[in-house]
């Protein structure tokens, strides 16, 4: 990356956003994210960190869809990120529910995918215990809307091999999910559209929804934003079974 490309003192906000973007590239070149090398690219290395953090296990995509191999460099900057900013375990309000999820599903997928025998630093507790009871995040099925706001608010766990009592919930739920697409799309709620669009893709076989329609449609509507984009490339790899 050259100076002119060089992250400058962004917000965690914006930090996330260009790493959004940078693995979005390494999708579109078959490519590891290399998120050492972003990192390095970073004026503020604990905003950088804070990215990591807040795109979560998204930036493990090269390596889900695409099989790219993840380098050490990238598990260390990974496992750094969780020494910086902990992860949740006793989460209590629903944001932090959400978060706690995201977490495991993260540290879950690095651990695995680095081939070590330990938790990732940052993590006190054993990665295979789960936050809690997904009801407690998703809310019941029946309250489709609200339900599928927060499945949308866990589009990070809609990834191959990123299994479990969250996937398996909403799974469960192929209707609720169509509705709450519909409903997303209906309204011109574009983010909101592309991160179903990746549980529509993931569980294309029982979800009464066309993935790749869906996300042809959102990416002619959708705007430029990085991560909205990345949401519709992973659902893009998904809906093609690669």
Not at 32 to 57: I, K, M, T, Y
Not at 79 to 108: G, K, N
Not at 132 to 138: E, F, T
Request: hydrophobic residues 50%.
């Amino acid at each position: 990356m050259t100076a002119e490309n060089r992250v400058g003192r962004p917000s965690y906000a914006d930090a996330a956003a260009a790493l959004a973007g940078h693995v979005l590239e390494a999708l579109g070149e078959g490519s590891p994210a290399h998120v050492a090398g972003f990192l390095d690219s970073c004026a503020e290395h604990v905003a950088g960190l804070g990215a990591v953090r807040l795109v979560g296990a998204d930036v493990f995509a090269p390596q889900l869809l695409l099989g790219s191999p993840l380098e050490t460099r990238d598990v260390d900057a990974v496992a750094d990120a969780f020494d910086a900013f902990p992860p949740v375990h006793r989460p209590a309000t629903r944001e932090q529910h959400v978060m706690a999820w995201r977490d495991w599903t993260t540290t879950r997928l690095l651990t695995r995918l680095a081939d070590g025998p330990s938790p990732a630093p940052g993590t006190a507790q054993p990665v295979a215990d789960t936050p809690g009871d997904p009801v407690d995040v998703l809310g019941p099925a029946e309250q489709w809307q609200r339900w599928s706001v927060a499945v949308a608010q866990l589009s990070m766990l809609a990834l191959p091999g990123a299994d479990g009592p969250v996937v398996e919930a909403v799974s469960g739920e192929p209707l609720a999910l169509a509705r709450g697409t519909t409903r997303a799309v209906l309204r011109r709620d574009h983010a909101t559209a592309a991160r179903l669009a990746r549980w529509v893709a993931l569980l294309r076989d029982i979800v009464p929804l066309d993935p790749v329609a869906l996300v042809e449609h959102l990416r002619l509507h959708a705007g430029n934003d990085a991560r909205l984009l990345l949401d519709l490339a992973v659902a893009r790899h998904l809906a093609k079974g690669t």
